[in-house]
């Protein structure tokens, strides 16, 4: 059965379901954020779970355990967890007291200008705030002078207060030359298995757009040891379910640093699924079912490369500005080791919305040479008319020689961008 809310009435999801239910207007928090409606419809039908997905109520710890509250599964970790790793202060005391490491900064939320000051004589400049609330790259700023400190801690105070209803913020050193890297967890509540990393270094302000598996600059001994950090992490909360550990990896120290846990599913999963055969998805429902995992961390074998492409309904040569509407026409790639997971056809009308996101292009290869040659041939051959998308922006990128050689930082879209605008304006 599957919730829909009135402007994804004729989507495909909805339409393949043996079971449908509207749950309201277009407008996400009359839907899909709309607590009482997706309960309500719940019991209607006498569901036994919830499957949240990866958006909206999916990190909601209220949510979590109202399911629970009304006798539903919620096919994630307990309300109690989602609230401890969502507020990214606790969770990096958890990780600190865990003995996982954390970036130099404040041990807490900073509250005044003296306080941020003397974590910035401390740490020195330049420094990051970041919202203890935020989340999905929102909620942070860089400060590069002291003389700006009060302004921007002010700044992003309120901000934060307008955009999650939480003015707490903590500081950070700002780390330039790094790597986001990422750990796939899961856990039963007993045992708690990892799946390898994730290296999402690809990004525009703060939003993934490319990952793969597995991350090209570590070696086995970095490997193990964020593996090793991310169950820690999780021993620590008592986890169960899927979940992310994410860390930043400085690339000229080669350190890593926590950063935070995603607490359910990630868009970029099937990446790992890719490499290790395992579907994450089957996992969560047998664990919220209350099956224990069969698996032990030795049968959990990576082979070969995965990189997936999130597709989106963007126009990148107008700052990627949504492009909503009439999909004219769509032809999807094919071939051995090709995976589109998407939810449009044909005549499929984009709505504004939602999040942008059209598609996910996965390709396998034996290495990662043969996994981006494979990408870059599914994007030749992927088809979507009628609106403007990504996709010829990752056919750059991923022609790039920093990105073929893994050279390249969390900075390096961003300044793939500013050149290419450079030579537009000339």
């Known amino acids: 059965m599957i919730a829909y809310s009135e402007a994804d009435a004729d989507s495909l999801p909805v339409r393949l379901a043996d079971q449908s239910i509207?749950?309201?207007?277009?407008?996400?928090?009359?839907?899909?954020?709309?607590?009482?409606?997706?309960?309500?419809?719940?019991?209607?039908?006498?569901?036994?779970?919830?499957?949240?997905?990866?958006?909206?109520?999916?990190?909601?710890?209220?949510?979590?355990?109202?399911?629970?509250?009304?006798?539903?599964?919620f096919v994630g970790p307990p309300g109690h967890v989602i609230r401890q790793m969502g507020d990214k202060i606790e969770a990096k005391k958890i990780a600190r007291k865990a003995g996982v490491p954390n970036v130099p900064g404040s041990i807490g939320s900073i509250s005044d200008a003296a306080e941020a000051l003397a974590v910035a004589d401390e740490v020195g400049f330049p420094l990051l705030i970041k919202a203890a609330a935020g989340g999905g790259g929102r909620g942070m700023r860089v400060v590069q002078r002291r003389e700006t400190l009060e302004r921007d801690?002010?700044?992003?105070?309120?901000?934060?207060?307008?955009?999650?209803?939480d003015a707490a913020v903590y500081i950070e050193r700002y780390l330039t030359d790094i790597r986001h890297i990422e750990i796939q967890v899961i856990s039963d509540g007993n045992r708690t298995l990892h799946l390898g990393e994730r290296d999402c270094s690809a990004q525009r302000r703060n939003q993934k757009l490319i990952e793969e598996a597995p991350s090209p600059v570590?070696?086995?001994?970095?490997?193990?040891?964020?593996?090793?950090?991310?169950?820690?992490?999780?021993?620590?909360?008592?986890?169960?379910?899927?979940?992310?550990?994410?860390?930043?990896?400085?690339?000229?120290?080669?350190?890593?640093?926590?950063?935070?846990?995603?607490?359910?599913?990630?868009?970029?999963?099937?990446?790992?699924?890719?490499?290790?055969?395992?579907?994450?998805?089957?996992?969560?429902?047998?664990?919220a079912s209350g099956m224990p995992i069969r698996l032990r961390q030795e049968d959990v074998r990576i082979s070969g490369h995965a990189i997936e492409c999130r597709i989106n309904a963007e126009n990148p040569e107008r700052d990627f500005a949504p492009s909503p509407g009439k999909v004219t026409r769509y032809h999807p790639p094919g071939?051995?080791?090709?995976?589109?997971?998407?939810?449009?056809?044909?005549?499929?009308?984009?709505?504004?919305?939602?999040?942008?996101m059209v598609g996910k292009l996965v390709c396998w290869g034996r290495d990662r040479d043969e996994a981006i040659a494979r990408m870059r041939r599914a994007l030749d051959e992927v088809v979507i008319e009628g609106v403007t998308t990504t996709a010829g922006f990752h056919k750059m990128v991923l022609s790039?020689?920093?990105?073929?050689?893994?050279?390249?930082?969390?900075?390096?879209?961003?300044?793939?961008m500013e050149r290419s605008c450079e030579v537009v304006e000339r």
Request: hydrophobic letters at 45%.
């Open 22 to 73: 509207c749950i309201g207007p277009a407008q996400a928090k009359f839907s899909y954020r709309n607590q009482q409606a997706i309960i309500g419809a719940a019991l209607a039908f006498k569901v036994e779970a919830i499957h949240p997905g990866y958006g909206f109520l999916a990190e909601n710890s209220e949510f979590a355990e109202t399911c629970e509250k009304e006798g539903l599964i």
């Open 153 to 165: 801690l002010s700044e992003i105070m309120s901000e934060a207060e307008v955009a999650f209803g």
């Open 218 to 287: 570590l070696d086995q001994t970095l490997r193990d040891a964020l593996a090793e950090a991310a169950i820690a992490l999780c021993n620590a909360v008592q986890y169960k379910n899927a979940g992310t550990v994410e860390f930043v990896f400085d690339n000229s120290e080669r350190k890593f640093y926590f950063i935070e846990m995603n607490t359910r599913i990630q868009v970029e999963h099937p990446v790992s699924e890719m490499v290790t055969g395992i579907d994450l998805i089957k996992m969560q429902l047998e664990i």
């Open 335 to 356: 071939g051995f080791g090709v995976r589109m997971e998407t939810h449009i056809e044909t005549g499929y009308v984009i709505p504004p919305f939602y999040d942008s």
């Open 400 to 416: 790039h020689p920093k990105f073929q050689s893994s050279n390249f930082n969390t900075a390096f879209v961003g300044e793939l």
